[in-house]
Every structure is written in C-alpha cells, then in structure tokens.
C-alpha cells in the first residue's frame, strides 16, 4: 500500500505566497525557514508546504494539472463566503462530486486547491 504524507508546492515568491495561505485561507503555519513555509497537520494526515524553486521557473506556468484537495468539517458556503471576504477572487462554484460538496480556488501561482465538506 502506498500513502501521500507530504507535498510541497513551488512558489515563485514564497513571501507573498505565505500571506496568501495564512492570511487568506486561514491555514496555520507550522515552521519555516528561508527556503519554505511548512503548513501544521493532523498527526498521521498528509501535510503539505510551499517552497522556493527547486529550478528556474520564469515564463513557466506553475499550477497547471495539479489540484490538492482539502477536507473541511464546515459548510462550504460559509467557507467560500469566508474566503471572498478575505479578497480571494478566484473561488469557483460550489460543486457536487462523488464524495461531497466543494469548491475550489486558485492560489497565486495557479495551483488548484479544492476544499470538500466532510460534515
């Protein structure tokens, strides 16, 4: 059997995508260092982080076929509600998928995170 423990996203600045995450979404950082931001989990859950670019990444569409998805026990409503008035602009609608209600936005650099209602 294989598990995802960990993903790491990156960023073409990590500053600013920091503020992005935390500021906006709400996520808790966990520890960082120059060259990543690591967001807290969920002992035995899979974490995630955002990091400087293992290469150079100019003129290079980052977040293109990559979706990480989230589970929420709020409602998405209220969530996606929560988000827009935190300046998020690129909340997509709410959807039905096989394993609940979502929906989805885009962070700085394209990457999409969807965020599923557990509840």
């Known amino acids: ?24 979404l709400g996520f808790e950082v966990g520890n960082t260092n120059p060259q990543a931001c690591i967001f807290k989990y969920d002992e035995g859950k899979a974490s995630f ?9 100019e003129d290079r569409e980052l977040g293109i076929g990559v979706a990480l998805w989230f589970a929420v026990n709020e409602n998405v409503d209220e969530l996606k509600e929560k988000y827009i008035e935190n300046g998020i602009t690129t909340a997509g609608p709410i959807i039905d998928t096989p394993f609940g209600r979502a929906f989805h936005v885009k962070d700085l650099d394209g990457y999409k995170l969807t965020f599923l209602e557990t509840k």
Do not use: H
Request: charge should be positive.
């Open 1 to 24: 059997m294989k598990e995802l423990t960990f993903a790491s996203l990156q960023v073409k600045n990590l500053e600013a995508s920091k503020d992005f995450y935390e500021k906006k």
């Open 49 to 57: 982080a955002i990091r400087t670019p293992l290469e150079p990444l």
